[in-house]
């Protein structure tokens, strides 16, 4: 499974999220590219995305996904983005998934391969 793992406790909800998407085809700057290895691949110039899709639902589908957007971050050729979620998604314990999509102005829509799996424990 190719997925990004995010570790919160329930309620968490005081710092966005900072991703930072990457072209897995084209190598970082003075890299050489390993199609395994992210830290070789390149960040992925967001200048031209109008939207960032995250859909968040519980791992068990019991719910539908919650839209959440991320906010791009400049310079935007660096890849970084911020996603902000409502202190109710995280409330109870258990796993989550989401992914990013990219939206371009012609309408076009590229979704991120790698998943984001949330695990949220119970808080102390």
Do not use: K
């Not at 998604?89 to 076009?108: C, Q, V």
């Amino acid at each position: 499974m190719d997925a990004f793992l995010v570790p919160l406790v329930a309620g968490d909800h005081g710092r966005p999220l900072l991703l930072t998407v990457r072209d897995r085809f084209v190598a970082a700057p003075g890299r050489t590219l390993n199609p395994r290895d992210p830290g070789t691949w390149a960040p992925y110039d967001l200048s031209r995305i109008v939207a960032i899709r995250v859909p968040v639902r519980p791992a068990d589908f019991s719910r539908p996904p919650f839209p959440l957007t991320a906010m791009p971050l400049q310079p935007y050729g660096n890849g970084d983005c911020l996603v902000i979620w409502p202190p109710e998604l995280f409330a109870t314990p258990g796993r989550y998934e989401g992914e990013l999509s990219l939206e371009y102005p012609d309408g076009a829509v590229e979704t991120v391969y790698r998943r984001l799996l949330f695990t949220v424990r119970t808080r102390f």
